[in-house]
T-cell receptor, first 116, second 112 residues
Framework: GAVVSQHPSRVICKSGTSVKIECRSL??????MFWYRQFPKQSLMLMAT?????????EQGVEKDKFLINHASLTLSTLTVTSAHPEDSSFYIC????????????FGSGTRLTVV | QKEVEQDPGPLSVPEGAIVSLNCTYS??????FMWYRQYSRKGPELLMY????GNKEDGRFTAQVDKSSKYISLFIRDSQPSDSATYLC????????????FGSGTRLSIRP
């Protein structure tokens, strides 16, 4: 089945630094990937839709300058949290869909970001 | 009103019981309905998906969609302790590039 690899699984960074999270579709091409954020015991909140070769579409309330998304190839999307602050600490998850497979999005294993 | 409503639980049942998880929604444009299982600190795992109304069965899992009532269900038969997780319903309109709207998730615990 479709596999989405997300790295790193866990990262701790200092306040003010930037962190990059990678999301790769391993055995399929994904023209569209999605980035979610999840707080403890809460559901997934869509942050942005990443489109290969074009600008990402951000959900209302999500700062595009803070959460930079790049989707330079059909198998890789990156999310960069710039000038991270403690309130950015969260669980970030990407997802993608194999257009040739049955409907259903595959999720990465998530990245636990802690900003200290 | 949220587009997708899901009882957050927690729901605790004994091993072997039949579990019923439900979601309601308000957007009649939703065509694809999914159930995901999420273990703690892991990404969601797709369990079932259905298109439009009807039932779908996969092993111990059965998904039901009633579009007229805007109501979907997931049934788990012969529940096992390993089924303990958070279950998220999710839905999307027809377009394959459409974003998914998630329910808040139901925390399920199966007691041995």
């Amino acid at each position: 089945g479709a596999v989405v690899s997300q790295h790193p699984s866990r990262v701790i960074c200092k306040s003010g630094t930037s962190v990059k999270i990678e999301c790769r579709s391993l055995d399929f091409q994904a023209t569209t990937m999605f980035w979610y954020r999840q707080f403890p015991k809460q559901s997934l909140m869509l942050m942005a839709t990443s489109n290969e070769g074009s600008k990402a579409t951000y959900e209302q309330g999500v700062e595009k300058d803070k959460f930079l998304i790049n989707h330079a190839s059909l198998t890789l999307s990156t999310l960069t949290v710039t000038s991270a602050h403690p309130e950015d600490s969260s669980f970030y998850i990407c997802s993608a869909r194999d257009s040739w497979a049955d409907y259903g999005y595959t999720f990465g294993s998530g990245t636990r970001l802690t900003v200290v | 009103q949220k587009e997708v409503e899901q009882d957050p639980g927690p729901l605790s049942v004994p091993e072997g019981a039949i579990v019923s998880l439900n979601c309601t929604y308000s957007n009649s444009a939703f065509q694809y309905f999914m159930w995901y299982r999420q273990y703690s600190r892991k990404g969601p795992e797709l369990l079932m998906y259905t298109y439009s109304s009807g039932n779908k069965e996969d092993g111990r899992f059965t998904a039901q969609v009633d579009k007229s009532s805007k109501y979907i269900s997931l049934f788990i038969r012969d529940s096992q302790p390993s089924d303990s997780a958070t279950y998220l319903c999710a839905m999307s309109p027809y377009s394959s590039a459409s974003k998914i709207i998630f329910g808040s998730g139901t925390r399920l615990s199966i007691r041995p």
